[in-house]
């Protein structure tokens, strides 16, 4: 979807993927427990901390630099998602406050811009900043991926059975009606999806890539 220099792509992940954050590091034990749990590791340009993907809708989304700031672009991202879940019968919110946490995992961390159910986190997001363009990349849990340690934690999100395409159909709809009028889908050209492969076989597949922290 594009409109007006803003591209927005929705994607799962098969087979399941452990996204390391740009600036993280990840030791050799955290890495050897996401394999033999069944994820494929690689490094992503946005910051944070590491994302298991399995049951989750996750989002990518470049934008210039909005007016108020990269914060802005959070907020944006939020309401869109928000809205789109209660759309789908979710009342979720913001936790706001000035929260964090250090845990290796994205979703054991607290941020005030992270979208909660309940006080579950089910949302979260993390930037990449290069001159005026900012990429964002989110994640959005509707069943809870395998655990690399501990029992699994149902998202609050599964009772109600939401899947991949209505979440994506309404969070189109939702950014189309509050934020981004005119947002047009359409496929990646095969130059895209050329370069795509490029760089999935030269960079995000490679040890190198992935431990570089």
Same mark, same amino acid.
């Given at each position: 979807?594009? %409109?007006? +220099?803003?591209?927005?792509?929705? #994607?799962?992940? &098969?087979?399941?993927?452990? %996204?390391?954050?740009?600036?993280?590091?990840?030791?050799?034990? *955290?890495?050897?427990?996401?394999?033999?749990?069944?994820?494929?590791?690689?490094? /992503?340009?946005? !910051?944070? !901390?590491?994302?298991?993907?399995?049951?989750?809708?996750?989002? %990518?989304?470049?934008?210039?630099?909005?007016?108020?700031? &990269?914060?802005?672009? #959070?907020?944006?991202? &939020? /309401?869109?998602?928000?809205?789109?879940?209660?759309?789908?019968?979710?009342?979720?919110?913001?936790?706001?406050?000035?929260?964090?946490?250090?845990?290796?995992?994205?979703?054991?961390?607290?941020?005030?811009?992270?979208?909660?159910? !309940?006080?579950?986190?089910?949302? !979260?997001?993390?930037? /990449?900043?290069?001159? $005026?363009?900012?990429?964002?990349?989110?994640?959005?849990?509707?069943?809870?991926?395998?655990?690399?340690?501990?029992? $699994?934690?149902?998202?609050?999100?599964?009772?109600?059975?939401?899947? #991949?395409?209505?979440?994506?159909?309404?969070?189109?709809?939702?950014?189309?009606?509050?934020?981004?009028? +005119?947002?047009?889908?359409?496929?990646?050209? *095969?130059?895209?999806?050329?370069?795509? *492969?490029?760089?999935? %076989?030269? $960079? #995000?597949?490679?040890? +190198?890539?992935?431990?570089? /922290?």
């Amino acid at each position: 979807l594009a %409109s007006g +220099g803003v591209t927005l792509r929705f #994607y799962a992940w &098969n087979p399941p993927g452990l %996204s390391i954050g740009y600036f993280q590091h990840a030791s050799k034990e *955290e890495l050897d427990s996401a394999v033999a749990a069944g994820y494929v590791p690689t490094r /992503r340009l946005t !910051g944070g !901390g590491a994302i298991l993907h399995s049951g989750d809708l996750t989002y %990518s989304l470049v934008s210039p630099k909005p007016a108020g700031g &990269n914060r802005e672009l #959070y907020s944006l991202a &939020n /309401r869109a998602i928000i809205s789109a879940l209660a759309a789908l019968g979710a009342h979720a919110s913001e936790r706001g406050g000035r929260l964090s946490g250090l845990g290796f995992l994205c979703f054991d961390r607290l941020a005030d811009f992270d979208v909660v159910v !309940g006080g579950s986190k089910v949302a !979260g997001s993390a930037q /990449r900043r290069k001159g $005026r363009m900012v990429l964002q990349h989110g994640s959005i849990v509707l069943a809870a991926p395998r655990p690399l340690a501990g029992p $699994r934690s149902p998202s609050p999100l599964e009772p109600l059975g939401i899947s #991949y395409g209505p979440l994506a159909q309404a969070l189109r709809a939702s950014l189309d009606r509050e934020i981004w009028a +005119g947002l047009d889908a359409s496929d990646l050209t *095969e130059a895209e999806k050329d370069r795509a *492969e490029e760089l999935e %076989s030269g $960079r #995000y597949s490679s040890p +190198g890539w992935i431990c570089m /922290r």
